[in-house]
Structure formats: structure tokens, C-alpha cells
């Protein structure tokens, strides 16, 4: 089934948290979602190979905040991918690749018959999400080159088929770097060419999963990859909870920065719909927060580096993917338990029109937090300032 973004696709219990929240005011948090939004009509193609497939099929298109005299709008379309495991973790890993293989092969024809330009898959997509301490065997055998790996030379023929770019995070491992491994995003372009990766800069080291004894923090600081449909930055996951980790990117020239991410938990549900968002506003670009769905469960129990047992299953990802804009707008979200793909239009213009409307450009002050931010990671005693 495919949904609009307009107001009559709103659950009623959302706009019920709106009226509670704010009020009956026109200005309420509902109507902030929905200013500059316009339906988006996909193809019966399209609609149909969702419906063929099961895929929750969620379509808007973000306006301008203004017609511009001297620039074309320049929309890019965009798809995002949440998935749940297809198969038990009981199968082999190359059974498992296989099928996770086709189910984004699926996803990619509708988003190619939906006209997306540019699409993402969730976090480490082609395997389940098994990092928890003690268990690196079986698991560590989905690392490949980002370069040439099996999962990418498959994208890649998909690109180029499609011509459309293509968002991947995967495990890397380096063959010529002692067999390291990294948690990595790769980037292929709408003519099938590898264009880069971008390694995960922040890696969390707690009770479950314990990721950093699976892979490395990365090496590649905020890249942002020049394509035919504008400049894109991969934050991936844990990364989002880092301003200045966005912050890099804007300063790279990002006009889209997707984040693909495996979020599960009620804190996590409860901040996932802010931070993206916050994001776009602060930096002055389009945030694309993908997450996973379903539960995964595990042969054998997850444990602490202590030793002690917890439980088997991954707990719940809540999917919810959305798309926030600079402005402050965002898009619906998918579902919290099934497969789906968003697609949005959005205008890359709007990215320098709110920075010229706020004068974000003009009143920027990038050099009162180099030397803070540079003092910091020193020696630095804060400055506190009392009437003592």
C-alpha cells in the first residue's frame, strides 16, 4: 500500500500527541512537520512490484521555501530501504547473503520504477546485526573489500542498470591493512563506478552489542561524495548522537547526509525522531535516517565480557525511516515492524536558501570553536566565570 505525506496520511494518534503537546494552535508540532510539503504520485509500476514483494510503499515531495529568479530547482529523488531479516540465523552465511541479496534486488526495481535517483540501504543490510562479545565466529566472516567485494560488484551492475547511486554499509575488511575490519559505508555512482567509503568515526562500547571488538573506529574523517545528484555524507548509526560529527560534514559541502543506522530500545525510539532532524536544521542540509525492523534471534545467548548470560534475541528495531529538510520539515515515517521504502523529492536549492533567509552564512562564527575544540583535546581547564 503506498501513503502520501499530506494531512490526511497522518495516524490519528500522532495528531492526537500534537493537540496534547500544543495545543489546537495552527502553529502545533503536526503542522511544523507538514509546511512545504507536497504529494508525491509514484507509477502503477511501481505500485504494483510493492505490492508484489510486500513492501510498505511511503511517497512526499519537500517544496522550496521560494521560487528562486536565477537558479532551475534542482530535485533529487530519493529512496530509503528498511528491511528485517528474510531467513533464520540458523542458515549459512552464504545462504543468508543470497537471500538478503534479493530482497534488496527487489527493493532497488521499485525504486527504479518509483524514478529514485539516489537510494540507501540500512546498516550492514546484507547480514543480521550479530555483534555481541564472544561470538566473532560466524559472524566475522561477512567482512569483504569495500572496493570489490562481492556486495558491491552486485550494486554496482544495479547502478549502472538503474542509474541510480547507491548507499551501502557493509563490514570491510582490509587485506592490505592486517586484515582489519571496519564498519564502512560505500558509495556507488549512477554509471556503476565505485566513487569511496567513509569508515564509522564513533563506535559505542556498551553492555550490548559490544561493537568494538568486531571493528575499528575509523580512518576517513567526514568525506562527502560528488555525484550527479548532488553532494552525499554517510553517518552511520551511533554517529548521529555527535554534533560535531554533523557538523563535519557541513563543513565538507554536504547537501544530503544519509544515516543508516540499527536502533533499538525505548530511549533510542524516543530520540530518534529529534535527532535527524536536528541535524538538518543546524547544518543546512537533508538529514535520510534509515533504520532496521524485526528481531533478530541467535543461536546462542549474547554476554557480557564478564561472562554473563542475557538473553538470545537482538531486540526490537523500530524501522520508522524518515527524511528531515533544512527547514525543519520532515517526511511521515515508514513502519516500526515492516519492510518498506521511502521516496522523497526534495530540491537541493532549499540548502542554500535557508542559509541565506537565517543568515547562518553570514553570522557564523567557525573560529570561536576551533581553538575550544582544539584546547579540549589538550590540556584545557573550562572557562567558569563567577562573581568571586
Given at each position: 500500500?503506498?501513503?502520501h ?10 495528531i492526537?500527541?500534537s ?13 511544523s512537520y ?6 508525491l ?10 505490492a ?10 519537500f517544496t522550496n ?22 531467513v533464520p540465523l ?8 543470497i ?23 540500512q ?6 546485526y550479530?555483534?555481541?562479545p ?5 559472524w566475522?566472516?561477512?567482512a ?28 570491510e575488511r582490509?587485506e592490505?591493512l592486517?586484515d582489519?575490519i ?10 556503476g563506478?565505485?566513487?569511496g567509503?567513509?569508515?564509522r ?37 551511533y554517529?548521529r548522537?555527535?554534533p ?8 565538507n ?9 540499527a536502533?533499538?530500545?525505548?530511549q533510542?525510539e524516543t ?6 532532524r ?12 534509515i533504520?532496521?525492523v ?6 546462542h545467548?549474547?554476554?557480557?565480557d ?9 531486540g526490537?528495531?523500530?524501522?520508522s525511516?524518515?527524511?528531515a ?8 515515517g ?30 557564523e562564527r ?16 573550562r ?6
Amino acid at each position: 500500500m503506498m501513503t502520501h505525506c499530506s494531512r490526511n496520511s497522518w495516524p490519528k494518534n500522532l495528531i492526537e500527541v500534537s493537540r496534547v503537546r500544543e495545543g489546537s494552535s495552527q502553529y502545533s508540532l503536526l503542522h511544523s512537520y507538514l509546511i512545504n510539503f507536497g504529494d508525491l504520485e509514484l507509477s502503477e509500476k511501481c505500485k504494483k512490484l510493492a505490492a508484489k514483494y510486500k513492501v510498505q510503499l511511503l511517497s512526499c515531495t519537500f517544496t522550496n521555501l521560494r521560487e528562486e529568479q536565477m537558479r532551475s530547482t534542482r530535485m533529487v529523488r530519493i529512496g530509503l530501504f528498511q528491511q528485517k531479516l528474510p531467513v533464520p540465523l540458523s542458515y549459512p552465511i552464504r545462504k543468508i547473503k543470497i537471500e538478503m541479496y534479493t530482497l534488496a534486488t527487489d527493493a532497488i526495481k521499485i525504486a527504479a520504477k518509483g524514478g529514485v535517483n539516489v537510494f540507501c540501504l540500512q546498516q550492514a543490510w546484507n547480514m543480521p546485526y550479530a555483534f555481541c562479545p564472544g561470538e566473532h565466529m560466524p559472524w566475522s566472516d561477512y567482512a569483504e573489500r569495500a572496493e570489490d567485494g562481492p556486495t558491491t560488484r552486485i550494486l554496482q551492475a544495479l547502478a549502472e542498470e538503474n542509474k541510480m547511486v547507491i548507499i551501502s554499509t557493509i563490514l570491510e575488511r582490509d587485506e592490505n591493512l592486517e586484515d582489519r575490519i571496519w564498519n564502512t559505508a560505500v558509495v556507488i555512482d549512477n554509471h556503476g563506478n565505485y566513487l569511496g567509503k567513509h569508515r564509522r568515526n564513533h563506535i559505542p562500547k556498551i553492555e550490548i552489542p559490544n561493537e568494538p571488538t568486531y571493528y575499528c573506529e575509523g580512518n576517513a574523517d567526514h568525506p562527502v561524495f560528488q555525484t550527479d545528484y548532488g553532494r552525499i555524507g554517510v553517518s552511520i548509526c551511533y554517529e548521529r548522537h555527535f554534533p560535531l560529527n554533523w557538523l563535519g560534514y557541513a563543513l565538507n559541502g554536504a547537501q544530503i547526509v544519509f544515516n543508516p543506522c540499527a536502533a533499538i530500545g525505548d530511549q533510542m525510539e524516543t530520540l530518534w525522531p529529534i535527532e535527524a532532524r536536528n541535524a538538518a536544521i543546524a547544518n543546512g542540509y537533508y538529514v535520510c535516517a534509515i533504520n532496521r525492523v524485526g528481531t533478530e534471534i541467535y543461536e546462542h545467548e549474547f554476554e557480557t565480557d564478564e561472562g554473563v548470560v542475557l538473553h538470545k534475541d537482538s531486540g526490537s528495531f523500530f524501522g520508522s525511516s524518515y527524511i528531515a529538510a533544512p527547514n525543519g520539515a520532515r517526511s511521515a515515517g515508514l513502519s516500526r515492524t515492516k519492510n518498506g521504502l521511502l521516496v522523497c523529492d526534495v530540491d537541493l536549492n532549499m540548502c542554500r536558501q535557508i542559509k541565506d533567509d537565517r543568515g547562518y552564512g553570514a553570522f557564523e562564527r567557525p573560529e570561536l570553536y576551533s581553538n575550544i575544540i582544539k584546547e579540549a583535546t589538550n590540556s584545557y581547564k573550562r572557562q567558569i566565570l563567577t562573581k568571586y
